[in-house]
């Protein structure tokens, strides 16, 4: 069974930063591409960021572009989203997402919270 682990969230002024964590466990974490999507209150879960497997290929939302940056840890069966230069508009809950075969994965779910 495959389990993800979001942790990194919480509050922060407009312009500044924070990091969010995906520990993934149940699977190869190796094998697979990994997405962080993002759910603002009364919208759809929308689409952020996803870097492949094989190398480490990432493509990013337009409105994220060029501000956040997502990395992944082999080592530590670890995805990582770097969010810079904040806005309000960013403020969501942030899922963790991964396809094993045929089943999708997400995670619980981390508040992000941008103040102006």
């Known amino acids: 069974q495959v389990h993800l682990r979001e942790s990194g969230g919480g509050v922060v002024q407009t312009g500044g930063s924070l990091r969010l964590s995906c520990e993934m466990s149940?699977?190869?974490?190796?094998?697979?591409?990994m997405g962080w999507f993002r759910q603002a209150p009364g919208k759809e879960r929308d689409f952020v960021a996803v870097i492949g497997w094989s190398d480490n290929s990432s493509f990013y939302s337009d409105s994220v572009k060029g501000r956040f940056v997502i990395s992944r840890d082999n080592s530590k069966a670890t995805a990582y989203l770097e969010m810079n230069s904040l806005t309000p508009e960013d403020t969501a809950i942030y899922y963790c997402?991964?396809?094993?075969?045929?089943?999708?994965?997400w995670g619980q779910g981390i508040q992000v919270t941008v103040s102006s």
């Open positions: 149940g699977h190869t974490f190796t094998r697979y591409d």
């Open positions: 997402h991964v396809g094993v075969d045929s089943d999708s994965y």
